[in-house]
């Protein structure tokens, strides 16, 4: 599953989601592609690959996040992605 985070945040970001990947026991990857998106590639039970996702709405006080996106390849092999925006999700399928 794929984690995409946007929003204005600095490098010391990357460690805090690190962090709270190990605690929840999911193997992730982090990529740092600016100070505007991050990716997390991660796996895991999908429930705490949610958590996460939610945990990065919340983020550091030094984070604004705006938008945290979740994206999974479901058996049919189509893109299925959540959008976390203002406490809430919407749901839509590619």
Known sequence: MLVRIR?????P?????????????????????????????TSGHEILVDA???A????PMTATVD??????????QTAVANTRKDNYFTTRTH
Do not use: M
């Open 52 to 54: 996460l996702a939610l």
């Open 7 to 11: 929003g204005s945040f600095t490098q």
């Open 56 to 59: 990065c709405t919340l983020g």
């Open 67 to 76: 938008d945290v996106e979740t994206i999974l390849l479901n058996s049919a």
């Open 13 to 41: 970001f990357v460690p805090w989601i690190q962090e709270r990947s190990d605690r929840l026991g999911l193997t992730s990857n982090l990529t740092y592609h600016s100070n505007e998106l991050i990716e997390v590639t």
